[in-house]
């Protein structure tokens, strides 16, 4: 195994360390830092029309945008904006197709689900589903989640401060994916950095590339491992998964665990934390959630259509096509804006407003149709679960009234740098 780095310091969540650092890279790359409220760009634009045609980036001063890019370079983009256009594109996987991934994050990951169409597509989400039953979510909360964040809690929780993200919310997701692949908790640091160097590859394809080989042999070791002495762990079930007498051989499998980290771990930690900053920003909302948990699901829906961890993803359009009616000609790259459709007025009152309280409706955080998140159940689990420990923990947890400029930041991810956050008597 190979001897890991010092954990990476989750300051560098905040993009502002060296560029020799994978998450200020990252972070750099996906806006982090250097956009703040992007929503009334968005409004304009979708005012404007609910199709964008152009490179919507060129809007808030870049060139690109890290998440679209990621879904190739093929004809004139066109960024979708309203609702119902966001919501037309992904329903529609034959006429708007994933295929685009493959000549960007494909190169990196191997052939994974994001790049698949149907019918390949529902056949390999089959098998991955598996591992991800709500029986196995039960076992991950009680074994893995609740103790992983009371782990960290423990850290600080006789402090009476902390910085919720650095501290709880940037580490809790990943400690999270490595347990449930039964990886050693010293492997976790440089699992972590690879993980997050991989999809840097606006800034740094070199980079990209050599965590890409790094990955494939760090897993490739442990798939034979697994193979020889299955356990309970999601890459055991992953060599043991079989449909209509069809397996995932190892590349599939790698492809797959290639992608988890930065699916299902750079997601978590900004939507958690944009939850909380929602929370923390709106006490009445905070003591009314304190008060009555059964609130929690429409809080955990709400925080990621207010601040979608992840603003946009990429489709190629497959025929000349018309959403709400602008012509998308056959070829172009499809941006297609999840945080613009989550706050199009059309659908919502008071779109720009965080409130727990609003009759919760679909909206497109999560993406839509068959590529939908394969991990919305544990994203919510795992939400579920730190957020009532810090109410739990934390009494009357606030910002630090002495922390100035607290705010969520980014374009293609989007986050608070930073939760100074001070509990116990007032
Ligand atoms: C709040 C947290 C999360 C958000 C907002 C989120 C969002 C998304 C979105 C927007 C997509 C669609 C991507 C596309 O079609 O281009 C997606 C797909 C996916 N997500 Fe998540 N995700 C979250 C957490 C997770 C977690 C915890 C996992 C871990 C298993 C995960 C695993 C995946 C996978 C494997 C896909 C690909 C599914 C497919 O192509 O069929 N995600 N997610």
């Not at 300051?11 to 250097?34: K, M, N, R, Y």
């Not at 037309?88 to 708007?96: C, E, P, R, Y």
């Not at 920003?281 to 990621?304: H, Y």
Request: hydrophobic share 40%.
């Amino acid at each position: 195994m190979t001897t890991p780095d010092p954990a990476p310091s989750a300051d560098s969540a905040s993009g502002t360390e060296t560029v020799d650092d994978p998450f200020a890279a990252f972070d750099a790359a996906a806006g982090i830092g250097q956009v703040d409220d992007i929503h009334p760009v968005f409004h304009q634009m979708r005012s404007e029309s609910p199709v964008h045609v152009g490179n919507f980036a060129s809007r808030f001063g870049f060139e690109d945008v890290f998440g679209d890019a990621m879904a190739g370079e093929s004809g004139t983009p066109h960024a979708v904006l309203s609702f119902d256009a966001v919501q037309q594109v992904l329903k529609d996987g034959a006429t708007f197709s994933s295929s685009g991934y493959a000549d960007t994050m494909g190169a990196l990951m191997g052939h994974s689900i994001l790049e698949m169409d149907e019918p390949e597509h529902h056949q390999y989400r089959s098998l991955l589903q598996q591992a991800f039953t709500r029986k196995a979510m039960e076992r991950w909360e009680r074994d893995l989640v609740v103790p992983v964040v009371n782990g960290l809690i423990d850290v600080f929780v006789e402090r009476g401060s902390a910085d919720l993200v650095k501290e709880l919310f940037f580490p809790f997701p990943v400690t999270v994916i490595a347990g449930m692949l039964g990886l050693p908790t010293e492997d976790l640091p440089e699992f972590h950095r690879k993980a997050v160097e991989l999809i840097t590859i606006i800034t740094d394809i070199e980079t990209g590339l050599n965590a890409s080989i790094w990955l494939h042999e760090y897993f490739s070791r442990v798939i034979a491992e697994r193979r020889a002495d299955p356990r309970e762990d999601v890459i055991s079930v992953l060599t043991q998964a079989e449909l209509d007498g069809q397996r995932l051989d190892d590349e599939e499998i790698i492809a797959f665990l290639r992608l988890l980290l930065p699916a299902g771990a750079e997601t978590t930690y900004r939507s958690s934390s944009n939850l909380m900053f929602g929370l923390l920003s709106n006490p009445d909302q905070l003591a009314a959630l304190r008060a009555d948990r059964a609130q929690m699901p429409q809080a955990i829906e709400e925080g990621i259509r207010w601040e979608p961890p992840l603003t946009g993803i990429g489709r190629t359009a497959m025929r000349d096509v018309e959403v709400e009616g602008v012509l998308i000609p056959a070829g172009s790259t499809v941006q297609v804006e999840m945080g613009a459709a989550n706050r199009d007025p059309a659908r919502w009152d008071r779109p720009d407003e965080f409130d727990i309280h609003r009759e919760p409706q679909q909206h497109m955080g999560f993406a839509f149709g068959v590529h939908m998140c394969l991990g919305i159940h544990l994203a919510r689990m795992e939400t579920t679960v730190a957020i009532n420990a810090v109410l739990d923990r934390l009494p009357d947890v606030r910002l630090d009234p002495t922390a100035d400029d607290v705010r969520i930041s980014g374009l293609a991810f989007r986050a608070p740098p930073a939760l100074p956050v001070i509990f116990g008597e007032s």
